[in-house]
């Protein structure tokens, strides 16, 4: 089987895994009414984020299994998993029992690094860091279309607890695509030959704790406003629902047209300064936020975030690319996965502390001076050791 195809097959089903992840927790409040007619909003709030941090303790154990066991079984487990988690949700008559439902879809899910491990072995070097980017993009396109899609739902008079059993579906659907896929598409040989070929003149690689370090503060900086968008663009600026989630969804659209022409323009140029420029403008964008009062101003800035993401994310892939070895390329994007699923919980527990303490304006403030903090410390590290590629691996 060629390597487009694969590619495109290990994408579909990763949007098909993102679907139910990414649509069905903005509406928790609406699916606990028959469940628990009298849950808070801070029950709410503490079950959005159970999956993510489940997904945090179990990434770097499948990754390790994924690395032992073979890449293509630990994907397609990830996907079972998924399917018996929504199934459970769907017919759990208790609150206890739909919680044990979320934790198994954080235990036993892990799309997304179980399909970037499967990738960097099918995938020569040279190609792995765009499949990152389109894996991201995958992502970026069911955060857009899951939410509405999973909102038609009940709007036809679905119970909001029983999309769970339709989204169940693509799961099982991404299974039944993934089962022809080559169990092992290249030889030991040929990834060894792929991972020993020089990086560009020039190109420095940073250490996977340093990497580490810049993915935290880059995920602080982008999450913590999230919750609060949509509520803050309403009343301060008088739009409907509607408009609000457009503003939200702005920089993720510029992702999906920007990813790849930023990935080409990169490829064989240093990702570090490149991402330090993302941070920056992130957090200067997340400032003028805070400041402006004009709807237009706060749309614009909202597009320029997303160049700044996506510049981000551009090259914090080329980065984790660059340490890659094929022998524990599932244990590497295990705890990198679990790292940002450690960010997203800080980032929403610390946002909420601070948007209930102070409001948006001073959220949007510490999460612009995060992105600025974390460009300052990506860089420093890459100023002040030469990494080579055998060094950044250890």
């Known amino acids: 089987m060629s390597p487009g195809r694969i590619k495109a097959t290990v994408l579909a089903c990763h949007f098909a895994g993102a679907f139910g992840p990414m649509g069905l927790p903005p509406f928790l409040g609406l699916i606990l009414v028959g469940l628990a007619p009298s849950a808070s909003e801070s029950l709410i709030g503490w079950l959005y984020i159970v999956p993510t ?14 690395d032992r066991w073979g890449r293509k079984p630990l994907l ?70 899951a939410p509405a899609a999973v909102g038609f739902l009940i709007d036809q008079h679905i119970v909001p607890q029983n999309v769970y059993l339709v989204i169940a579906l693509l799961p099982v659907i991404a299974v039944l695509m993934l089962l022809p896929l080559p169990t092992k598409s ?39 406003s999230f919750p609060f968008l949509v509520p803050y ?21 510029v992702y ?8 080409r323009h990169l490829r064989d140029r240093d990702p570090a300064p490149w991402f330090a420029a993302g941070c920056l403008i992130v957090g200067g964008m997340l400032a003028v936020q805070a400041v402006t009062t004009s709807l237009l101003v706060f749309a614009m800035a909202r597009v320029a975030l997303g160049a700044g993401m996506t510049l981000g994310y551009v090259a914090l892939n080329a980065l984790i690319t660059d340490t890659i070895e ?44 995060c992105g600025a903090i974390t460009a300052a410390i990506v860089m420093l590290l890459r100023g002040s050791t030469a990494f080579t590629r055998s060094a950044a691996l250890k």
């Not at 009343?235 to 969804?249: E, Q, S």
């Open 326 to 369: 094929d022998a524990s390329a599932g244990r590497t994007f295990g705890w990198f996965d679990s790292g940002a699923k450690l960010a997203t919980i800080v980032a929403s527990v610390g946002g909420g502390m601070i948007a209930a303490s102070g409001g948006i304006g001073p959220l949007f403030f510490a999460a612009a001076l």
């Open 53 to 66: 941090a489940c997904l945090a303790i179990s990434a770097p154990l499948w990754g390790r299994l994924a």
């Open 76 to 145: 397609l487990r990830a996907q079972i998993g998924l399917a018996v988690s929504f199934l459970v949700a769907g017919l759990a008559g208790s609150l206890p029992l739909f919680v044990v439902a979320l934790c198994l879809q954080g235990l036993l899910g892990g799309t997304f690094s179980a399909s970037n491990a499967y990738l960097s072995e099918a995938l020569p070097r040279s190609e792995l860091s765009q499949a990152l980017n389109l894996t991201q993009a995958s992502a970026r396109l069911a955060l857009i279309l």
């Open 233 to 253: 663009s309403m009343k301060a600026f008088g739009i409907g629902a509607g408009t609000a989630g457009w503003l939200f969804g702005l920089p993720h659209i």
């Open 186 to 224: 290249r030889s030991k040989t040929e990834a060894a030959a792929d991972s020993a070929v020089p990086l560009p003149h020039g190109r420095q690689v940073l250490s996977r704790v340093a990497i580490m370090a810049g993915q935290t503060g880059f995920t602080l900086a982008m999450i913590s």
């Open 256 to 263: 999906l047209f920007a990813c790849l022409p930023l990935g």
